[in-house]
């Protein structure tokens, strides 16, 4: 089997029917770990191989009869590798790979419903095509259903599943992808690049450090979380750059605990400001190791277009959070996408929190347009693209602020 698939009454031993029954009896206990190729009888390269992403998957070809109706899945997909096609669906625990075009005209002629007799006259396949067909619908990704009756339109499974009615399928597929499970995941990285992201150019403006004494200091989680009030209104003065270096020093610098598994910190931090005491309008790149901002040279029609075109009350300053793709995941198999939109979840989470222990308004806008703002910040997109976004602003309210709350004295 090493040398590629095989017949089975090719294998050694298996001349009677004893010997032969004993084989497969075998191959059913192993069914996860064997993959079965369909092809035509001229011997040549497979038409079909259908691969097992699970221990669990269980195939059964059943052969479908000629007035049956046959439809492509609307959660299966076709891709290409560079040398064969690849159908998988996030319903289905198999891959099935094609290496010859045949049978990638099968799959665009399921794209409607088709009986089993109309499918076959556009296959020049010969008498292998009923078995190829039976191997793709026991994969699931290929449906059948019987003739409808007169008048009535055809019923195939999946239209009536209530548990896909919520799912579309680019949203099931980001699902089905995001957790180890039913699709194989190896990322093949070559040259990974650095830990941490070299500094733009551009003249840096230091960042203050935070006071060693401050009232929020004595504030508690539980009171955080309870006087969580995000508004998109700001005062008439701005925020300050001693507000901003705070906010900065404890959300996201170097070290800071946020959650982020099997430590990967891919996250970059993008700054759109629009008024802010002590620092000049413009487009800065902050830097977590040396709690720094620098100045991009962000073309002027493009400083505040990402804020213009998205937010109908301009906040005094819009963090853009990025992610860097390249960026080596914790495991050759971990869903490293997945984790990097949770990790920009729990950043937003600790700036709405801080925002409102520190007394500044805060909230998490609707997304910005993605080609928009890499091209602003200057970046391409397919290496290191936005993924989340935060405005945070001087309350409308001073007296916003948490009441402070000292912690109990040691008993």
């Known amino acids: 089997m090493l040398l590629g698939p095989i017949q089975l009454h090719n294998v050694p031993g298996t001349d009677t029917p004893t010997a032969r029954t004993q084989l497969l009896t075998s191959l059913h206990t192993l069914h996860g770990l064997i993959v079965r190729s369909v092809a035509d009888h001229h011997g040549n390269r497979p038409l079909l191989t259908i691969i097992p992403t699970t221990a669990t998957a269980h195939l059964i070809p059943t052969p479908v009869p000629p007035d049956h109706l046959l439809r492509l899945s609307r959660y299966a997909t076709l891709r290409t590798t560079g040398t064969s096609g690849i159908l998988e669906s996030p319903t289905s625990p198999f891959q099935a790979v094609f290496t010859r075009p045949e049978a990638g005209w099968l ?13 076959l006259t556009r296959l020049p396949i010969g008498p292998t095509g009923p078995a190829l067909i039976a191997h793709l619908t026991a994969t699931g990704m290929i449906e059948t259903t019987p003739p409808p009756g007169p ?16 799912w579309t399928p680019h949203d ?14 190896h990322h093949h990285r070559h040259n990974p690049p650095p830990t941490t992201k070299p500094l733009p150019p551009g003249p840096r403006t230091p960042l203050p450090q935070p006071p060693t004494h ?28 001693d507000q901003l270096g705070e906010l900065l020093h404890h959300a996201v610098r170097a070290h800071t605990p946020h959650a ?38 962000t ?85 290191e693209s936005p993924i989340a976004e935060f405005a945070i602003s001087s309350h409308p309210t001073p007296t916003h602020q948490i009441p402070n709350h000292p912690p109990p004295p040691h008993t």
Do not use: M
């Open 107 to 119: 799959i665009t002629t399921l794209t409607r419903p088709h009986t089993l007799t109309q499918t």
């Open 151 to 166: 008048g009535r339109q055809p019923a195939f499974p999946e239209d009536h599943n209530p548990a896909l009615a919520a």
């Open 172 to 185: 099931l597929t980001f699902h089905w992808t995001s957790r180890p499970g039913y699709h194989p995941t």
């Open 214 to 241: 401050a009232p929020y200091r004595h504030t508690t989680l539980l009171h955080a979380l309870t006087h969580q009030h995000p508004t998109r209104h700001h005062a008439q003065q701005p925020i300050t750059l």
């Open 260 to 297: 982020s598994n099997g430590r990967i910190h891919q996250l970059e931090y993008y700054l759109t400001i629009n008024r802010c005491t002590g620092t000049n309008p413009g487009t800065y790149y902050y830097d977590p190791a040396s709690h720094t901002l620098t100045q991009l040279p």
């Open 299 to 383: 073309p002027h029609h493009l400083n505040f277009q990402p804020l213009t075109d998205t937010h109908p009350t301009t906040p005094d300053i819009l963090i853009t959070i990025t992610a860097r793709h390249t960026h080596p995941g914790p495991t050759n198999t971990t869903p490293t996408h997945a984790l990097t939109l949770k990790h920009a979840g729990a950043v937003q989470q600790t700036l709405h929190l801080l925002t409102t222990a520190l007394g500044l308004a805060g909230y998490s806008p609707d997304a910005d347009n993605t080609a928009l703002t890499a091209e602003a910040l200057g970046l391409n997109w397919l290496e």
